[in-house]
């Protein structure tokens, strides 16, 4: 059976390298924009991770016709009012580390927050969004060589361990999204759990 294909509204290797990852074993063959033969870059001028990830998605929907999703991500900091958020993109860990020296182990909570868009067409064009977050909290130094972007400094927060509170988790081991297989920070991530979702409802009509 022919595999459904999907356009990934991205040049951001790594979000590209995730979703080709999640998207096949569900039965998706998923073409980043590049090898679609879309080399463009969308100006993200939303001010939500909603309306960025529409403008991404609506303009290659608009290259190439074709069913597209596209991801609009970031990290939430608590104890920075949620920055660097909707403007992930313009800092890295560098700039993150430095705005958290001062702040205390209990106080570094985080979580990463995508928004995937689907723009599909069968003559006219609908749009679709679906969320993912996963909570964690910001290491005090970089820790692993695997991911993307914040992945060295977001320490993941796994739930199923029994987490009562930060003080509580501080205590514990944990690891950085760098340090885990892709798989493992797959079957966890905001990305992981948005895309999941988005197949299900793909399959169920949407
Ligand atoms: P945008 O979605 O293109 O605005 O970019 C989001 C930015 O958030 C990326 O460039 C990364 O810096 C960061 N980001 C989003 N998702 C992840 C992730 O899974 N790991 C690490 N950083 C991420």
Redesign the pocket.
Known sequence: MNKMKIIIA?N?V??VR?FKQLLAPLGYEAISQSEAGVCISVA?TGDT?EK?AALKARAIYKKTGLPVIS?????CVDALDGEPG?Y??NY?NAWLLERMKDVPADKRTAR?V?CICYVNGDGKEHTKFVHGECEGQIAFSEQGEN?????PV?LYLDSRQGFKSPVHWQSQQHQS?AEMSADD?NAV???GKALREFVQKLEGGW
């Not at 991801?71 to 990290?75: E, M, V």
């Open positions: 991205s951001n790594g979000k995730e993200e991770f960025n991801d609009d991500s970031g990290l909707v992930s993109a890295d990463f995508c991911g993307f972007g914040y992945d977001f999204f920070k991530s905001h990305r």
